[in-house]
């Protein structure tokens, strides 16, 4: 009797932790720019129940580590690379990425490439223009050898590229749609710059040349804010990662990051 006992409790337990392990699912976090080196690590595999959102997984993530409260109300999120709410359901296997305020051929039109080699300015300006444009304007962001009155030796870049290239390919989209351009192409720079090398172009063709200052202008502006690529500047006396902008009002609604608690305005590409 008492082994039948023992038999049928174990059976039992077995039982109950077959069905848990049917409830759990296992995510995937990663951390970018200094969220990196406030966790002391780039990713976090979590085990979460089967109908956890977006918020119950930043709950067991603040636990882990504490230090990320110093950002809270500046942190985004995204899930599978889409900026997401805290309410958003999560699945087993699903990316998350906790986001820090930020810093071949050509196509035939809206090019976009993150390289770590020099960008080829000549060569994407050159592939752009057309015998229509009556305007072809070119802005390049180059590393300066000075931040906030501290000389700057050399740049690190780094980005959640899956993310930050399909970010970029939206903007280009969405200039040629709301300005009066015909193309656009938008080239980000990643790994360590030195002074005077360019960390991003961005090269625009159109008829007129109001239509181009207007979509280069909308185009590096909004990239600073919605692009998860970050700088960490180096100096003779230590390196920090770069403040960036706030992220815009309609990502702040979506992800619940609180206007009262912008992260200080950057200039990761001026």
Request: charged content about 25%; some cysteine; hydrophobic content about 45%.
């Amino acid at each position: 009797m008492v082994l039948q006992s023992c038999l049928e409790n174990r059976s039992a337990c077995q039982g109950k932790l077959l069905q848990r392990r049917k409830t759990a699912m296992l995510v995937q976090v990663l951390f970018f720019g200094i969220l990196k080196d406030m966790a002391g690590k780039a990713s976090e595999a979590v085990s979460l129940p089967a109908s956890a959102t977006l918020a119950h997984l930043i709950e067991q993530i603040q636990l882990r580590f504490p230090a990320l409260g110093q950002l809270h109300g500046a942190i985004a999120y995204s899930v599978n690379q889409e900026y997401a709410g805290l309410e958003t359901p999560l699945n087993e296997g699903d990316e998350i990425a906790f986001l820090p305020p930020v810093s071949g051929g050509i196509p035939s039109r809206g090019y976009c490439a993150i390289v770590r080699g020099p960008i080829d300015t000549n060569r994407i300006l050159e592939d752009l223009k057309q015998p229509e444009d009556g305007a072809a304007l070119l802005f390049e962001g180059v590393v300066r050898n000075h931040t906030r009155g501290r000389k700057a030796l050399y740049l690190d870049y780094e980005a959640y590229e899956e993310m930050a290239l399909k970010q970029m390919q939206e903007l280009v989209e969405r200039a040629c749609g709301n300005f009066q351009i015909r193309d656009a192409a938008l080239v980000h720079r990643l790994g360590r710059l030195q002074v005077g090398e360019t960390s991003v172009l961005i090269a625009v063709a159109s008829a007129h040349r109001a239509a181009a200052f207007e979509a280069c202008r909308w185009l590096i502006d909004t990239l600073k804010q919605t692009v998860p690529i970050w700088k960490k500047e180096h100096f003779e006396d230590g390196a920090v990662w770069a403040p960036g902008e706030p992220f815009p009002a309609e990502i702040r609604k979506k992800t619940a990051i609180f206007a009262e608690q912008p992260a200080s305005n950057s200039t990761a590409h001026e």
